[in-house]
């Protein structure tokens, strides 16, 4: 990109470099947040938009005024010229449709998660490599704006170094145990490689209720030895926000807590004012005076401001856009199909650990 060339309002930007895209799938979270995102990016033209629900392409469609939508993803690859794809469809094709567009030349911007099974994700990296197209994930929650307070805070000098990733997830009921794991928890197993570390092993137990309706508790260690614990389960609510994420970083006497993906605390090391010897029998080492801690809470009446908004506090816009800028610049994205299948093995080698009844390396996982 050239630069910016003015600011239009705060956080949005006119830009001169365009790139052309196809949307591939019209369904709930491409209408309500992917749509509503890439309409902001003044550097994409929506040129042809596609879903096997012909309603669906259709409402597209005119939303990017357009005057007709696909329902055959391979008819619009040949017949509409495209640089970029959206693929936001259904788990198990993610991968496969977005072969089919590398195939067709166009770089990817892929809804995570990339697949639900290993070889597809595997054959759409060796695509992506053959035909030299870029393809970037959206783990967006890297993107949201509680999260990067807390990457900006790990990485600081003051906080010291994380000894606990300690992270919740509980939503509403699921049809299988796949889609809690590989579909939706995933955001979590991206968040504490992009947060801590490679995850080396996993330990799991199930509870199960019914079908789809399950809780993992999963102990883990990093490889840069932090110890993990993820508590995951669909045995909540889909629209009850309260207690249904909550993600916890421990630092040296200090630690930085996100609850329901917002709602950003630091609680700053209380001062040490004095050292206890142990020949004392007292089981604490020091004493301390309280310090208080910071509190970030967005202001969701303010929606006047662009990054008020629901898919920039969540980070789905950054993380697109930050790939479009991938491809006008010819970089490599932040976000790659490689994330996509690390995030994808630490879900399998969760499933193997319950299954087996052991500690799994996630270096098993082939
Ligand atoms: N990043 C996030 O936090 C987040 C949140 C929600 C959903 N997602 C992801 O977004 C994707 C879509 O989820 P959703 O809730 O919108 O599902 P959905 O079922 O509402 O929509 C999927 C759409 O894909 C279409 N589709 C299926 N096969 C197709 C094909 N071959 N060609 C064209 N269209 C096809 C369906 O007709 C449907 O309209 C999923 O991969 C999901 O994991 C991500």
């Known amino acids: ?92 094709l993610q991968a496969l449709l977005t072969q089919k567009c590398v195939e067709a030349g166009l770089h990817v911007y892929t809804e995570k998660p990339i697949s639900t099974e290993l070889d597809d994700a595997y054959s759409l990296m060796e695509a992506a490599k053959r035909m030299k197209r870029k393809v970037g994930v959206a783990f967006n929650k890297r993107y949201a704006l509680a999260y990067q307070n807390m990457k900006k805070a790990i990485d600081s000098d003051e906080f010291g170094k994380p000894g606990a990733f300690i992270a919740k ?106 050292q206890r010897s ?10 301390e005076s309280q310090m208080p801690a910071e509190i970030s809470r967005p202001n969701y009446s303010n929606m006047g401001k662009f990054y008020m908004r629901d898919f920039y506090i969540n980070g789905n816009y950054q993380g697109m856009k930050e790939f479009v800028k991938s491809v006008i610049n010819d970089t490599e994205p932040h976000i790659t199909v490689h994330d996509g299948l690390m995030a994808l093995k630490i879900a399998i080698a969760i499933e193997k650990s319950v299954d087996e009844k052991r500690a799994v390396k996630i270096n098993e996982i082939k």
């Open 278 to 287: 142990s020949g004392t029998g007292n089981t604490q080492a020091v004493t």
């Open 169 to 274: 997830f509980i939503a509403g009921y699921r049809n299988t145990q796949t889609d809690l794991l590989r579909v939706g928890a995933i955001h979590f197993f991206d968040l504490g490689r992009f947060l801590i570390d490679e995850i080396d092993e996993v330990y799991a137990y199930k509870f199960e209720q019914a079908m789809g309706q399950h809780i993992f508790a999963v102990s883990a260690q990093f490889n840069n030895k932090c110890v993990g614990s993820f508590t995951l389960g669909s045995t909540g609510s889909w629209i009850n926000g309260y207690g249904m994420e909550t993600l916890e970083v421990r630092g040296d006497r200090n630690m930085l807590y996100v609850d329901n993906g917002r709602n950003f605390t630091y609680q700053k090391p209380a001062k040490i004012t004095g």
């Open 1 to 92: 990109m050239g630069g910016k060339i003015m600011e239009l309002f705060e956080n949005l930007e006119l830009s001169d470099k365009r790139v052309r895209a196809v949307l591939v799938g019209c369904g709930e979270h491409a209408t309500l947040v992917m749509n509503d995102a890439i309409s902001f990016l003044d550097e994409v033209d929506v040129v042809g938009v596609c879903d096997l629900n012909e309603q669906r392409a259709n409402f597209a469609a005119r939303r990017f005024r357009l005057d007709r939508s696909w329902q055959n993803i391979d008819e619009m690859l040949e017949k509409v010229e495209a640089d970029v794809a959206l693929v936001v469809t259904v788990p198990r």
